[in-house]
């Protein structure tokens, strides 16, 4: 099996040690401006430790189309992207119909060469009115042909159970999420994918990135059901300081249940491990200023730490302690025994930095003065303009390797998409030289994590192909592989080439070295700062 033991510990050697104190000095003295020599530096799949897994990441709602197909019922974004007048001009029915389509999918996936492949349940398509109804034969027959054609080419399944959507009927019942209730949802639909795929799957995350979806659905508005209060966003119902923190409370004891379950019932005779996944932006302060300083930092607290610290620890960071009121729920004492301690693994999805600006001292905008928001104001990139920063992948995985005591990780999702204008021609999208100078970077950066002592032990690319990306629709791109959106036809972009050497042929992981002579601009976190 490709999998491997999470409780052995990378060694590093002495030799290594020094050379990563060097590279840390180097880098220290570099950290406010963008290195050229760190996005240039070479990259090769030797520098990973063995059996380190390398993939590409998707979820079930953004490729598998065949929304009303053989028994699923309509998922909470199904409703949401029919609603007439909705913003979302867009919508998943067909998606990459993938759900046709999964054989030539993972046919390409092969070609690549990766050794696993993340990939989520539709909890509709298993399970169309929750614990409602009946499980759907034709679900898990789905599922299961994924599975056994992965396993057939070598190709480890890393299965997130719930990425986003589950059937509506659960929202039209109790709320979904701001209800206590969806926790035993979740620990049903868990325990189906355990019974159902757990004797060939190893790796199981939970809940794609909770932090992300509270805040998108509940403080923002822009994922269903679209509540949120002003200033964050102008809705219909809601309450964007209290909501997300009740929403994200219910995920981590639906997540807590659900490991408990596999621990009890399934792990031992199954042999897998569980893990959650948290949308883990770096944060680095606006100005050398204390104040901005620990914007940054409480930033990190209330995004990722909000996450991890009670599936480690057991309760909340203090920091979100210290300035959330009593709107913080409190985990009971039985509640705190079982959340403590609840993952085998961390996933993180890193994408990208932004500054932080200190909100408790002077004014903000658009809510960085509330409690919700950590009191910073973030240089919100938003999809559109995400800046690339390849030392923050390097930061993030250090604050967290500090924080969890060295804990298993894997990079769940990194991935680059250019700016909506930007990716207007075909050709152009094709000859996708700054996706591969953007994974290059992230993962020389990745690499010198490393070296430091991370115990890191895979990296998912987002994505394998461009897909449906949330409200942003089709216009945002991240994939290996451009869809033609007529005919559905799957066709390799430069990086596809550049991923498959660099995962192929080590002698030649420098592939992507024959596009050195192009101009490639990474675009600059710096410029924000006079945004703000
Ligand atoms: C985070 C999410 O997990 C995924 O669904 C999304 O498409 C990518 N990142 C890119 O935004």
Request: glycine fraction near 6%; hydrophobic fraction near 35%.
């Amino acid at each position: 099996m490709l999998y491997h033991n999470l409780n052995t510990k990378m060694k590093v050697g002495s030799a290594q040690f020094y050379l990563s104190f060097l590279l840390f000095l180097f880098s220290s003295a570099h950290s406010h401006v963008e290195s050229f020599n760190e996005e240039k530096e070479d990259i090769k799949r030797s520098q990973f430790p063995d059996g380190f897994l390398f993939g590409t990441a998707t979820s079930s709602y953004q490729i598998e189309g065949a929304f009303l197909e053989d028994g699923k019922s309509l998922s909470n974004w199904d409703v949401f992207n029919h609603i007439p007048g909705v913003k979302n001009v867009e919508n998943a029915d067909i998606a990459n119909d993938h759900y046709h389509r999964y054989l030539e999918d993972i046919e390409i996936m092969d070609s690549l060469g990766v050794n696993a492949y993340r990939l989520s349940i539709s909890w509709a398509r298993v399970l169309p009115r929750g614990r409602f109804g009946e499980v759907n034969p034709t679900g898990i027959i789905f599922y299961n042909k994924i599975i056994d054609s992965l396993l057939l080419k070598g190709i480890v399944p890393f299965v997130t159970i719930h990425h986003h959507d589950f059937p509506q009927e659960l929202e039209d019942r109790y709320g979904s999420w701001l209800s206590p209730l969806m926790q035993e949802e979740f620990v049903f639909f868990a325990q189906n994918c355990f019974k159902s795929f757990g004797d060939r799957v190893k790796y199981w995350t939970t809940i794609n990135e909770p932090n992300l979806f509270s805040e998108m659905a509940y403080k923002k508005g822009k994922y269903p059901p679209a509540h949120c209060s002003k200033p964050f966003g102008n809705c219909s119902v809601g309450n964007s300081d209290l909501e997300p923190l009740i929403a994200m409370h219910n995920m981590l004891l639906a997540h807590a249940k659900v490991t408990k379950l596999y621990r009890e019932r399934f792990q031992a005779k199954q042999g897998g491990f569980i893990g959650m996944v948290v949308c883990a932006f770096m944060y680095e302060p606006l100005t050398d200023n204390e104040l901005d300083r620990e914007a940054a930092s409480r930033a990190l607290a209330f995004k990722v730490a909000w996450t991890f610290d009670p599936l480690v620890f057991g309760d909340y960071p203090p920091e979100m302690r210290r300035y959330h009121g009593s709107e913080l729920p409190r985990f009971s004492p039985e509640e705190a025994k079982y959340i403590k301690g609840s993952i085998d693994f961390i996933g993180i999805n890193h994408y990208s930095t932004q500054y932080a600006k200190d909100c408790i001292h002077s004014s903000c905008i658009q809510g960085g003065d509330r409690a919700i928001s950590g009191f910073a104001y973030l240089a919100m990139t938003g999809m559109p303009t995400f800046f690339v920063v390849p030392r923050g992948m390097e930061e993030i995985i250090e604050y967290v390797k500090k924080r969890y005591h060295n804990m298993p990780m894997f990079v769940t999702e990194n991935g680059y998409s250019p700016p909506k204008q930007e990716a207007e021609q075909v050709q152009d999208q094709l000859h996708d030289v700054k996706r591969i100078e953007f994974h290059k970077a992230y993962l020389a950066s990745l690499a010198r994590a490393i070296r430091n002592g991370a115990d890191v032990r895979g990296y998912f690319a987002w994505t394998l192909m461009d897909n449906y990306e949330w409200v942003e629709g089709y216009s945002l791109k991240f994939g290996f592989y451009y869809i033609d959106r007529q005919t559905l036809k799957r066709i390799p972009k430069l990086s596809a080439r550049w991923f498959q050497n660099f995962l192929t042929n080590s002698s030649h992981s420098n592939e992507a070295g024959s596009f050195k002579g192009q101009n490639v601009i990474f675009s600059g976190l710096e410029d924000k700062k006079a945004e703000m």
